[in-house]
């Protein structure tokens, strides 16, 4: 029997998750910042893993980001959500965060997210 390939790459995901997740782990010191991807939206999540809690999250969806963007999947909504973000980290007196870029390589819309982080005063 052939394995369809969307199981493979659910399989390889999956393996990629749990050893980044391995060395990467959100205290209340120095949460954990997520980014998710899908094909029309993005999303990040600020976590305590001890806690398990969100601290803080934003998204594409939001009316407040969406209404400043032409498109809510391409480099300019990143940008704009690492704006966002960086402020609402703020409000919550958090500067420093660990990075946890999901499966995704660091390129692209991640890369414009962290960038955009990083220059709205986020330390990661």
Same mark, same amino acid.
């Given at each position: 029997m052939i394995t369809p390939k969307y199981i $493979? =790459? &659910?399989k390889r995901k &999956?393996?990629?998750r749990k050893s980044i997740r391995k060395n990467i782990n959100g205290t209340p010191d120095r949460p954990r910042m997520i980014i998710k991807k899908s094909n029309k939206y993005l999303y990040a999540q600020v976590v305590d893993d001890e806690n398990y809690k969100v601290l803080v !999250? /934003? !998204?594409t969806l939001e009316k407040d980001v969406k209404s400043q963007l032409k498109s809510t999947k391409? =480099? @300019?909504a990143a940008r704009a959500m690492g704006k966002v $973000? *960086? @402020?609402r980290l703020k409000e919550k007196k958090i500067i420093t965060v660990t990075f946890d870029r999901n /499966?995704?390589?660091f390129m692209g819309r991640v890369k /414009?997210? *962290?960038d955009s982080a990083r220059e709205n005063g986020i330390k990661f």
């Amino acid at each position: 029997m052939i394995t369809p390939k969307y199981i $493979i =790459k &659910n399989k390889r995901k &999956n393996r990629l998750r749990k050893s980044i997740r391995k060395n990467i782990n959100g205290t209340p010191d120095r949460p954990r910042m997520i980014i998710k991807k899908s094909n029309k939206y993005l999303y990040a999540q600020v976590v305590d893993d001890e806690n398990y809690k969100v601290l803080v !999250s /934003v !998204s594409t969806l939001e009316k407040d980001v969406k209404s400043q963007l032409k498109s809510t999947k391409d =480099k @300019e909504a990143a940008r704009a959500m690492g704006k966002v $973000i *960086a @402020e609402r980290l703020k409000e919550k007196k958090i500067i420093t965060v660990t990075f946890d870029r999901n /499966v995704y390589p660091f390129m692209g819309r991640v890369k /414009v997210f *962290a960038d955009s982080a990083r220059e709205n005063g986020i330390k990661f």
